[in-house]
Nanobody, 122 residues
Framework: QVRLVESGGGLVQPGGSLRLSCVAS????????MGWYRQAPGKERELVAT????????KYLDSVKSRFAISRDDAKNAVYLQMNSLNPEDTAVYYC???????????????WGQGTQVSVSS
C-alpha cells in the first residue's frame, strides 16, 4: 500500500513564505510525475505545479510562477513546494500527488495525499 503524507502547512501573513513537503512510502518501485494541487473553499481543485521524473521539467499555474518553486528528492521519494510572497488568494488546502509504480510489470497509479491547510491572513 502506498501512502503520501504532506506537511508544512499553516498560517502565514501576506508576503510570508512556507515550504510544503510530501513523502511517499510503502510499496514503491518507481515514481514518475509528482505535483501539487490546491482547493480553496467553493472552488475546484487546481494544478499548482508539477515536476517530471528526474526533475527534467516543471510546470506552474500562471499566478504562482514567479513565487513558487517545486522540487523533488528521489532518494527520499519526496516532493517539495517552496512558496514565497504568499497572498490571501493562495489560501487553500494543498494536496500532493504522484504517479507510482509498485513493480516493473504493473501500471502507474496516481496517489493523493490527505492535504495540508495553507492560510494567508494578517
Amino acid at each position: 500500500q502506498v501512502r503520501l503524507v504532506e506537511s508544512g502547512g499553516g498560517l502565514v501573513q501576506p508576503g510570508g513564505s512556507l515550504r510544503l513537503s510530501c513523502v511517499a512510502s510503502g510499496s514503491i518501485y518507481n515514481i514518475n510525475n509528482m505535483g501539487w494541487y490546491r482547493q480553496a473553499p467553493g472552488k475546484e481543485r487546481e494544478l499548482v505545479a508539477t515536476i517530471t521524473s528526474g526533475a527534467r521539467s516543471t510546470k506552474y499555474l500562471d499566478s504562482v510562477k514567479s513565487r513558487f518553486a517545486i522540487s523533488r528528492d528521489d532518494a527520499k521519494n519526496a516532493v517539495y513546494l517552496q512558496m514565497n510572497s504568499l497572498n490571501p488568494e493562495d489560501t487553500a488546502v494543498y494536496y500532493c500527488n504522484a504517479d507510482i509504480q509498485d513493480s516493473p510489470v504493473t501500471p502507474y497509479i496516481v496517489y493523493w495525499g490527505q492535504g495540508t491547510q495553507v492560510s494567508v491572513s494578517s
